[in-house]
């Protein structure tokens, strides 16, 4: 069976998030979506890892073989753990990919069975980012097109934008 991790710290899930998530679930038989606590990123995640997980579930529920699990320990550790062979990422633009680079070197050094596969966004999403929908929210701004339904609706009860 050809399972597959999409790791990510999903603050929120956005529509970018969200097809190469899809993609994944047309390449692969499953395809686990494994939402990072992320406690030290930045200033601490917006939505809380329960919210993260829930808002996760509910935007891939339409998709059969994606399950979401969270997990607070290294990637390297937890893919292990659930016993697939390869993490993938999508990557937007030149931006992305130092970042996603020195984390592929890394995790290789610490296991290099674990293959990192990248995909490229859709042109659609090539400028989305969770940032991005936060502020955007934060603002009043209508973030229709970069985060699905059921993520406006949280966002809009946890920011108070329309
Ligand atoms: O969506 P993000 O925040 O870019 O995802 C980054 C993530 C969660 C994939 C990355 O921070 C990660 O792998 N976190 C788990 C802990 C870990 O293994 N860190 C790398 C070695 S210090």
Known sequence: MRKVLVPGTFDPITLGHLDVIRRSSQMFDVVVVGV?????????PLFSLEER????R?????????????FDNLLVDFATSIGVAAIVKGLRATTDFEYEFQMAMLNY???????????????????VSSSIAKELASLGGDTTGIVPACVQEALRNKLGSR
């Open 36 to 44: 990072a606590a992320s406690k030290n990123k930045g200033a601490g």
């Open 53 to 56: 997980v829930a808002l996760a």
């Open 58 to 70: 509910e935007a891939t529920s339409e998709l059969d073989n994606v399950e979401v699990t969270s």
């Open 109 to 127: 050094r610490l296991k290099p069975a674990l293959e990192t596969l990248f995909v490229m966004s859709s042109p659609d999403y090539m400028y």
